[in-house]
């Protein structure tokens, strides 16, 4: 191990001393994230409306209040008649039932029925529901506080003090708003600082990597290991190890950058890596090894040096897109989300947004982490097979 | 006493190409062995097969007894490799390539700081061993690359053309160095398509063309097997043929190598003489255009057991 780690350590130094290395490990993610993160501010259901087609089969003045609730509930209310109902196409739909006005005055359970369509984004039904639930919760409060024990006869004034008591601002926000099985999809900073992160962590590796490997190939130096008394495999793995290592020192640049643009508020972006840190950087470590084992088998193909630059800047803008680095694959097709499962990026993306975005610990990341460790096997496996070091 | 490199019946053949064609030979303790070849000839593809970077296709190589297939880390530490292209870190300075390949040989503090400090001084590359070797020059390149291998001090030393394309003061300093090397009775294997280096430098050397050697010896012997003289090369308007006929009858004189409008043969050193035997070929009619005598060299040689110039 100790004759690896002279080869990663040798390597990275390397590296590390290229300026143009310097530039992709510094100044362009620092730049992409701030980028992203303004340009993509306040996408995502945490901040958008949520579109609900509303039927309204009751027609009481509860249920146009109850709407009221929904508008103020941040959804963007679409009102279909009763009759159209049929013959409209819709994503999500909540029906008001007949004698909806009538139930909740006489303190009878009543159900309002949310419908989705299969093909619905998940994330947002998901949000759609804790909404729901908030709006009803609020639409009782206001009830309570209205107070209104009459059944049959309510004056116009009295409805009036309803819809008053609706507008009002709730006076108790509840901050978990996504906690539990509903996940909001990450926006802005949220999404885009990991997603520059984990695209950083390929881009680095990647091309820079790639590059000197296919380097080395060609000029002599990696045979001349060949000559010595280390093996192939200690080569390969000390070049393996190293590009970990590389990726690593990106991740940690990377995590300071985002932590310091949040600290700042550089152009009122809101960020944190939140208090698990640690466990971001964690569960980093096998997405860069299945970087790292990309790289090698990238390193292993290219037959030039132009071939790394252009090719590893490809893989890496296709792993980034694909894997949900640019835009959280939760707004893609069902199909994209799919195919994103083929690319350790989408892995990544899931571990980061289940710490940073949903708080949760190295318990809750242990299949992203496995999957990434996985990846990594493969690819170096493919890679060490692909490698000629002997020339 | 086993030799301290012994390679038997090594052959490679890549596809249809048979690049090593059965090549054997052994080399002593504070020898310097020759391989001396043109383009081609097959000569890094045996140095690869000895240093373990080719597989060979038959064959075998030992190292002090031990065998490269058998025991390839054994024989690694006690062999160091100076490949034909400069491989270096270009970006990193001379010492921090020497060092870092101290520490692949396990070199440290010290000891690693003495023996880089005693190569570059070798090398002659003390004065600048702290910049980046991609502001060096070709021959400062080879000369680093040449201290590469010495690094670990190996008792056998691979060099593949280490002069290739450098001037003539560069690769009298790398000449220079290596006959430092074999003075401390180290073992070296030597290639060059540079018959004046191998003369200069080769206590033995093997002539190679096509895989195979064609012959092998010190260099007086390689010369002696053109025979006792000087050479003297004609060129005219004549055929191959007439000149054939017209030395037969000539004392002491020996054709080498004859083809239309040129001509190499040897002038017996007992026989009767140069002009004599310009005289003769005179009177056989024969007109030349150019005359030359020199004593004969390797690159003669060469031309005699191939049929074609060392460098093409
Ligand atoms: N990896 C390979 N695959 C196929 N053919 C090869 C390979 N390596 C060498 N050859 C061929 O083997 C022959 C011998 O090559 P080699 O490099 O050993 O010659 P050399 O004597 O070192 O020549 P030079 O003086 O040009 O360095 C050549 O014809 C070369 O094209
Ligand atoms: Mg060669």
Avoid at chain 1, 9 to 35: I, Q, S
Avoid at chain 1, 360 to 372: E, K, N, S, T
Wanted: proline letters at 4%.
């Amino acid at each position: 191990m100790r004759r690896i780690w002279h080869l990663a350590l040798h390597d990275t130094r390397l590296f590390l001393v290229a300026r143009e290395n310097l530039f992709f490990m510094f100044l362009m993610p620092v730049m992409f994230m701030l980028f992203f993160s303004v340009v993509f501010r306040g996408n995502g259901p945490t901040d958008v409306s949520i579109s609900l087609q509303v039927v309204d089969r009751d027609s009481g003045f509860l249920s146009r209040a109850f709407v009221k609730q929904l508008e103020s509930g941040r959804f963007d209310v679409v009102a279909v008649a009763p009759a159209a109902a049929d013959s409209t196409a819709y994503i999500r739909r909540l029906i008001i039932p007949v004698g909806f006005t009538d139930s909740v005055l006489a303190h009878r359970p009543v159900d309002v029925a949310l419908t989705k369509k299969s093909d619905s984004n998940l994330e947002y039904d998901a949000a759609a529901e804790v909404r729901l639930r908030q709006v009803q919760a609020r639409f009782l409060g206001a009830l309570a506080r209205w107070n209104q024990e009459a059944v049959s006869e309510i004056s116009v004034a009295d409805q009036e003090a309803l819809l008053a008591l609706i507008a009002e601002q709730p006076r108790l926000t509840v901050a978990a708003e996504f906690a539990g099985s509903g996940r909001p999809v990450p926006s802005g900073a949220g999404q885009s600082i990991p997603g520059m992160l984990a695209m950083f962590m390929v881009m680095t590796v990647a091309i820079g990597g790639s590059e000197s490997l296919t380097r080395e190939k060609l000029g002599g130096t990696l045979a001349r290991l060949a000559t010595t008394t280390y093996s192939t495999g200690e080569i390969l793995g000390g070049k393996l190890l190293h590009l970990v290592l590389v990726g690593m020192v990106q991740a940690m640049v990377l995590m300071a950058a985002g932590q310091a643009i949040g600290r700042l508020g550089l152009f009122g972006i809101d960020f944190s890596w939140g208090p698990r840190y640690w466990v971001v950087l964690v569960g980093l470590v096998p997405y860069a090894f299945a970087v790292g084992g990309v790289t090698l088998l990238l390193g292993g193909l290219f037959r030039t040096t132009q071939q790394a630059e252009s090719l590893g800047w490809m893989v890496g803008m296709v792993f980034a897109a694909l894997g949900g680095c640019w835009w959280p694959l939760e707004i893609m097709p069902r199909g994209a989300q799919i195919l994103g499962g083929f690319f350790p990026t989408f892995w990544a993306m899931k571990a980061l947004h289940a710490v940073v975005t949903f708080g949760r610990g190295l318990d809750g990341i242990l299949l992203p982490m496995a999957v990434l460790a996985g990846f990594g096997a493969l690819f170096a496996w493919l890679g060490a097979r692909t490698m000629k070091v002997t020339g | 006493m086993t030799p301290v490199l012994e390679v038997r019946d090594l052959r490679k053949v890549f596809g249809d190409l048979v690049a090593v064609d059965g090549i054997s030979f052994a080399v002593g303790e504070g020898e310097i062995y020759g391989f001396l070849g043109p383009n081609g000839a097959g000569k890094t593809t045996t140095i690869s097969m000895i240093c373990g970077l080719l597989k060979p296709t038959e064959g075998e190589v030992l190292v002090q007894g031990l065998s490269v297939a058998d025991d390839p880390r054994a024989v690694k530490r006690r062999m160091g490799v100076v490949p034909q292209e400069v491989a270096l870190y270009e970006e990193l300075s001379a010492r921090a390539n020497l060092e870092f390949w101290g520490g692949i040989f396990d070199l440290r503090g010290k000891e690693m700081k003495d023996r880089v400090a005693e190569l570059l001084d070798q090398v002659g590359l003390d004065e600048r061993a702290s910049e980046p070797v991609k502001n060096f020059s070709g021959g400062m390149k080879r000369r680093l690359n040449l201290a590469m291998g010495l690094v670990h001090d190996p008792q056998l030393i691979l060099l593949d053309e280490p002069t290739v394309g450098i001037d003539p003061q560069a690769r009298h300093k790398i000449l220079e160095i290596v006959k430092q090397i074999v003075a401390k009775g180290r073992t070296v294997l030597y290639t060059t398509h540079y018959l004046e280096e191998a003369e200069d430098l080769c206590d033995r050397l093997a002539i190679i063309d096509n895989g195979c050697i064609l012959a092998e010896g010190s260099v007086d012997e390689l010369k002696a097997q053109l025979g006792e003289g000087s050479l003297l090369t004609v060129q005219g308007g004549f055929g191959a043929a007439d000149l054939t006929t017209a030395a037969s009858g000539v004392s002491g004189l020996q054709p080498v190598e004859i083809a239309d409008g040129r001509g190499m043969l040897l002038v017996g050193r007992d026989g009767p003489g140069v002009s004599h035997a310009l005289e003769g070929l005179f009177q056989a009619g024969l007109t030349f255009d150019d005359i030359s005598i020199k004593e004969p060299n390797l690159e003669d040689l060469f031309l005699r057991l191939t049929g074609r110039e060392l460098r093409d």
